[in-house]
């Protein structure tokens, strides 16, 4: 795992020869068709900038600052679920990369480490996010652990009310929990580095799983197919009431829902599709950020990921008028690629 990473593609290609295939469509597919998939990444692809010249810029700061967090780069890592299917401890390694690079890691619900292990390793540069579980009582407790492990930001996920149809996960049989079968155990066997590094890893960690779950006093277990339709505008105020800090919605595309959700009291909105990996139909986060923002004004912090594969779509992500952008896939293709070292690549490119 030596190879230096220039482009997220190359990370792509890398992790798509080295992971399981039923573990790299897991992370690289989208729903339906992915028409969605492809789009998103194409909307920046049809923005351009316009060069401007003679303005002196030897002194360059990429620094930013985001719901009270003094950050190192305008950018952060998206909340995303069982990243350690991309390499062993991969939450810790991104973990330690937030905290080296001081950016905001989000992390899942259905993480493969503890939130609060996660969060100390990041040095406190992790926002939590929530999904509306319909166990009412395992979502109470998990706002309590964020809040008593020192999170200040608490992201709730509003795009994923049921379960999506992923063609290559019905394909593969991935799901959660999995199911094992000739073809998954063959998968296993064609990609015998991955298979080992992972079975060497789970001899003392135990095997990957949302530990966020299997830690919850509550007795449940993560279900991807799991409904969280519960998430409504009365679940919203609610949440609001209870949890005392900075409370971002993420999965807003919607200017109706924007201006409903900035009502409601949250302090900015996260404007995602989900990575294309929900409703195939919507159309690409990128041009959703405009309306979005002349529908909020310019006052409240806006957040978007979906299809940014470089620096340069950062750029134009808040030139669109985002405040920040995250980063999912690209960083679990660096991951899958080279792990740590393949992380730290990509995040260097983007800088």
């Given at each position: 795992?030596?190879?230096?990473?220039?482009?997220?593609?190359?990370?792509?290609?890398?992790?798509?020869?080295?992971?399981?295939?039923?573990?790299?469509?897991?992370?690289?597919?989208?729903?339906?068709?992915?028409?969605?998939?492809a789009e998103n990444t194409r909307a920046f692809e049809k923005i351009e900038l316009m060069p401007r010249v003679l303005t002196n810029v030897a002194d360059r700061d990429l620094s930013s600052h985001i719901l009270g967090m003094e950050t190192g780069l305008p950018f952060g890592i998206a909340p995303m679920g069982m990243c350690a299917i991309s390499t062993p401890g991969a939450d810790s390694i991104m973990a330690r990369e937030a905290a080296k690079?001081?950016?905001?890691?989000?992390?899942?619900?259905?993480?493969?480490?503890?939130?609060?292990?996660?969060?100390?390793?990041a040095d406190g540069y992790a926002w939590f996010q929530l999904y509306a579980d319909p166990a009412v009582e395992f979502v109470d407790e998990l706002v309590g652990r964020a809040e008593a492990s020192g999170y200040r930001v608490l992201?709730?996920?509003?795009?994923?009310?049921?379960?999506?149809?992923?063609?290559?996960?019905?394909?593969?049989?991935?799901?959660?929990?999995?199911?094992?079968?000739?073809?998954?155990?063959?998968?296993?066997?064609?990609?015998?580095?991955?298979?080992?590094?992972?079975?060497?890893?789970?001899?003392?960690?135990?095997?990957?799983?949302?530990?966020?779950?299997?830690?919850?006093?509550?007795?449940?277990?993560?279900?991807?197919?799991?409904?969280?339709?519960?998430?409504?505008?009365?679940?919203?105020?609610?949440?609001?009431?209870?949890?005392?800090?900075?409370?971002?919605?993420?999965?807003?595309?919607?200017?109706?829902?924007?201006?409903?959700?900035?009502?409601?009291?949250?302090?900015?909105?996260y404007v995602s599709n989900h990575g294309a990996r929900q409703m195939n139909a919507a159309p690409p986060a990128m041009t959703s950020i405009a309306p979005v923002r002349a529908a909020i004004g310019n006052e409240m912090p806006l957040i978007v990921d979906g299809g940014v594969r470089s620096g340069e779509h950062v750029i134009k992500a808040i030139a669109s008028g985002a405040d920040f952008v995250m980063i999912g896939?690209?960083?679990?293709?660096?991951?899958?690629?080279?792990?740590?070292?393949?992380?730290?690549?990509?995040l260097d490119s983007f800088a």
């Open positions: 795992m030596a190879s230096t990473l220039y482009t997220v593609e190359h990370a792509r290609r890398l992790a798509r020869s080295r992971l399981p295939r039923m573990m790299f469509d897991y992370i690289d597919g989208g729903s339906g068709d992915e028409r969605l998939y690079r001081r950016i905001p890691l989000g992390v899942s619900t259905a993480a493969s480490a503890t939130l609060e292990s996660i969060i100390e390793q992201v709730l996920t509003v795009d994923v009310p049921i379960s999506s149809f992923r063609i290559r996960d019905l394909q593969s049989g991935f799901g959660f929990p999995m199911k094992w079968g000739p073809r998954q155990l063959f998968d296993l066997a064609c990609h015998p580095r991955w298979s080992l590094a992972t079975l060497a890893h789970s001899l003392s960690h135990g095997m990957p799983q949302p530990m966020n779950y299997a830690t919850s006093s509550q007795g449940i277990s993560f279900v991807r197919g799991s409904s969280r339709a519960r998430a409504d505008w009365d679940f919203l105020h609610r949440l609001r009431d209870r949890w005392p800090h900075k409370l971002v919605v993420k999965g807003v595309q919607a200017p109706e829902d924007a201006v409903r959700i900035k009502a409601a009291g949250a302090d900015a909105l896939r690209s960083a679990m293709f660096g991951l899958g690629a080279a792990g740590a070292a393949g992380l730290a690549d990509i």
